[in-house]
């Protein structure tokens, strides 16, 4: 069976940050402002990262702070972070708190796991570089045969000692210095794994953040992938 990783395809998963798997062939790109209610019939099955577990923090009195950005971004992110916050409303503030940390999909008895970052935390980054003894532990805390992670916004695809890694990068903010739209596709067959590649109205997405007032980074990163 071909799952896509990064879009939204029938029976698709989506990889990245604040992502989340979607059954009835609808298209929901990051940025994009989300009616849990309206697209309730899409049977939405999300899978929570770093920014949704700060999400929940706030709904039970602070919100977390994972420190894993550089000091000189944290800034702009807790910006961004409170400027979506404000504008949440009670039923899409409800399904972000009560997104799982993981899901689990099986198929043909191979266990594929799809989480944010890590399967033991939401905010460690699995980078492509780490040794083969990292790569191994987290399948094994996985309990997978097949790994699908994001947070580092850079795609690959390893393979270590017969189980599969695969980070699809992302749809709205690569940062391997590619700036167009990142997501995968893999036949869970053949294991025989795509990265795509595709290019996107960027100044419409760089203009729709001046036009809310966030910080200038935030678009002129789009035109950089980084």
């Known amino acids: ?3 896509g990783i990064g879009v939204v395809e029938r029976r698709a998963a989506i990889v990245g940050v604040g992502a989340a798997t979607i059954r009835g062939g609808a298209t929901i790109t ?3 402002a989300v009616d849990v209610g309206a697209e309730r019939d899409l049977e939405l099955a999300g899978r929570g990262g770093q920014h949704e577990e700060r999400e929940q923090g706030a709904a039970h009195g602070g919100a977390r702070d994972h420190g894993a950005s550089p000091p ?3 800034g702009f992110r807790d910006e961004a972070f409170a400027w979506t916050t404000e504008r949440l409303d009670p039923l899409t503030r409800s399904y972000l708190v009560d997104l799982p940390f993981q899901l689990l999909i099986e198929d043909s008895g ?3 796991v799809i989480v944010h970052a890590t399967p033991v935390d939401a905010a460690t980054p699995l980078w492509e570089g780490r040794d083969d003894d990292f790569f191994r532990e987290m399948g094994e805390a996985a309990d997978a045969d097949i790994l699908i992670c994001g947070h580092t916004h850079r795609p690959y695809h390893r393979v270590v000692d017969g189980r599969h890694f695969i980070n ?4 709205g903010q690569p940062r391997d210095e590619n700036n167009r739209a990142s997501f995968a596709i893999m036949d869970t067959d053949t294991k025989i794994v ?3 590649r595709v290019e996107y109205d ?8 001046r036009a809310a007032g966030l910080p200038e980074i935030l678009a002129a990163r789009l035109y950089q992938g980084k």
């Open 1 to 3: 069976a071909a799952v």
């Open 30 to 32: 990051r940025g994009a």
């Open 202 to 209: 960027i100044d419409a997405a760089a203009n729709k953040i």
């Open 194 to 196: 795509s990265i795509r």
């Open 168 to 171: 699809a990068g992302s749809v």
């Open 110 to 112: 191979r266990r594929i």
């Open 72 to 74: 000189e971004e944290r």
